[in-house]
Every structure is written in structure tokens, then in C-alpha cells.
């Protein structure tokens, strides 16, 4: 059973910064790539940032370009979000994903096999 435990979300007032973490665990993470989605009220889910296995290749969208920065640390098991510059409208809850690809590039979309984890809610004041 794999299980992806997201933390470190808040609020915070714009202009400001957060760091999301994400532990992994429930069995080997090797040849997995991982990455950030957020799902704001009203709207679907985006994806926001990904990573490969080896952390060579990475994804943002557009809206957090320079702001945001996706990392992973493969011998804990973790993947990072350092998000910097805050905007009111990267208010959303914030989910961590994993999904089986050893050697691909760091995807711009999860397919039905991805893993979830529950969120954390992010909230930056005007």
C-alpha cells in the first residue's frame, strides 16, 4: 500500500514563502516520478510541478514559473515544494503524486495509475 503523506502547508500573506513536504512510503520509490497538483474552489485539479526519478528532468506550469521549485530526496523518500513569491490565487489545496515511470521525463499530466496523497491546504492573503 503506498501512502504519500503531504506537510507543511498554512497560511501565509502574499508575498511570502512556504516549503510543502511529502513523505513516501509503503514500498521502494525507485524509478518513480513525483510531482504537485492543486485543486482551487470551484476549479479542477492542475498540475503545478513534477519531477523524474532522478531529479534531471522537471515540469512547471506556466503560472509558477521562477517562483516555484520541485525537488526530491530519493534516499528519505521525500519530495519538496519550495514556494516563494506567493500569489492570492495559489490558494488551493495542495496534492502530492507518484506514479511508476523509470525512464521517463518528468510528466506534464498523472494518468489512472497515479498515487495520491490527502492534501494540505495552502492560503495566501492579499
Known amino acids: 500500500q503506498v501512502q504519500l503523506v503531504e506537510s507543511g502547508g498554512g497560511l501565509v500573506q502574499a508575498g511570502g514563502s512556504l516549503r510543502l513536504s511529502c513523505a513516501a512510503s509503503g514500498r521502494r520509490f525507485s524509478g518513480y516520478v513525483m510531482g504537485w497538483s492543486r485543486q482551487a474552489p470551484g476549479k479542477e485539479r492542475e498540475v503545478v510541478a513534477t519531477i523524474n526519478w532522478s531529479g534531471g528532468s522537471t515540469y512547471y506550469a506556466d503560472s509558477v514559473k521562477g517562483r516555484f521549485s520541485i525537488s526530491r530526496d530519493n534516499a528519505k523518500n521525500t519530495l519538496y515544494l519550495q514556494m516563494n513569491n506567493l500569489k492570492p490565487e495559489d490558494t488551493a489545496v495542495y496534492y502530492c503524486?507518484?506514479?511508476?515511470?523509470?525512464?521517463?521525463?518528468?510528466?506534464?499530466?498523472?494518468?489512472?495509475?497515479?498515487?495520491w496523497g490527502q492534501g494540505t491546504q495552502v492560503t495566501v492573503s492579499s
Open positions: 503524486a507518484a506514479a511508476y515511470s523509470p525512464y521517463g521525463n518528468a510528466p506534464q499530466t498523472w494518468g489512472v495509475n497515479a498515487y
